[in-house]
Every structure is written in C-alpha cells, then in structure tokens.
C-alpha cells in the first residue's frame, strides 16, 4: 500500500461500514452500537430522526462530495471534448479530404492507417489517463466519503428504542 499511495496512506481501517449488524439484536448486549446509557446516539451512528434519504441528501450538499465531483468533471469534460473533437477531425478529413488520406507514409500504410491507428492509441492512452487521475486525485476521498456515509446510514433504517419503523 505504501507504494502507491506513499507511507500517510498506510493506515488500514478496521470498522468495517459495510458489515451489517445483526438482524436478531445479538450484538446489542455488548454496548458495540446502539445508544449509549444516556440516550445519545453511539459512535459511527446518525443524529436521532435522520433517515437514510436526508442522509445521502446533507452527504450531496457536502463540501467532500462537491470536491470529488469537482476533480471528476476537471478531467472527464476536456478529455471528452478533445477525444470527440480528435475523432470527427478523422472522420472529416477522411470524407472531405481523400487523397491526403491515401497518401503513402511507408509502403502501403497511408495517412489513413496511421490516423486510424492512432485512434486506437488515444483510446488506450486516455483510459490509462483516466485511471491514474481516479487513482490519484479521486479514489482515497471517495473512498472517504463512503466510509461516512456508510456510518452514519448504518443505524438509520433501524428503529429508535421502542419505536417501529414507519
């Protein structure tokens, strides 16, 4: 881990937000989860009358979730554009200007070839881009966010201490 990520990133989570908590109530008896002695809401568990929904909605507003967004439009939108604009150039020039197509670059591969093949490169080259920018710059905050998320979701759809669930 730390190779990729370099030696802050080395610390390794053990609460695992995505272990679901005991259907039957087994794991009350412990005092892990629930409420505490006196009312308030245990570590890791939402505020009191939050639904699962508001939950996702105040996660939507949040400043993380804007700088995630953020950094996925900050690369997706100018590659897309640059790709869409780099393919209709091909397929323009294929249509309107031929004879500079066919003209010959080495024995039989003509520019035609070498432009279509480099299509192909600039798939692979901006799928390997894309990777690296989510890797780098949007896969730990993420990660981040869903790991709150799914905290404080955890208790949500549970009922309150005698309550049912509506």
């Known amino acids: 881990m730390e190779k990729e990520a370099g030696p802050a990133a080395a610390g390794v989570r053990l609460d695992d937000p995505w272990d679901e908590a ?6 009350e008896a412990d005092g892990v989860g629930g409420e505490a002695a006196d009312g ?28 995630v967004r953020r950094r ?61 920018h989510a890797r780098l710059r949007r896969d730990r905050a993420a990660l981040d966010l869903r790991w709150d998320t799914q905290e404080l979701t955890r208790g949500a759809g549970q009922p309150a201490a005698g309550g049912p669930v509506r």
């Not at 005991?22 to 794991?27: I, L």
């Not at 890791?44 to 804007?66: D, K, N, Q, T």
């Not at 897309?80 to 604009?85: E, N, R, V, Y």
């Not at 150039?89 to 309107?96: E, G, K, S």
């Open 72 to 132: 996925y439009r900050r690369f997706v939108m100018p590659a897309a554009l640059a790709f869409l604009l780099w393919y209709l150039a091909y397929v323009v020039v294929a249509t309107t200007a031929p004879a500079l197509m066919a003209r010959p670059v080495a024995g039989a591969v003509n520019v035609a070839m070498v432009a279509g093949l480099g299509q192909f490169l600039t798939t692979f080259l901006l799928t390997w881009a894309y990777a690296r």
């Open 40 to 67: 308030a809401p245990g570590p890791g568990e939402p505020p009191p009358g939050l639904s699962a929904a508001e939950i996702y909605l105040e996660v939507h507003r949040s400043a993380a979730f804007r700088e």
């Open 22 to 27: 005991s259907a039957a109530g087994w794991d």
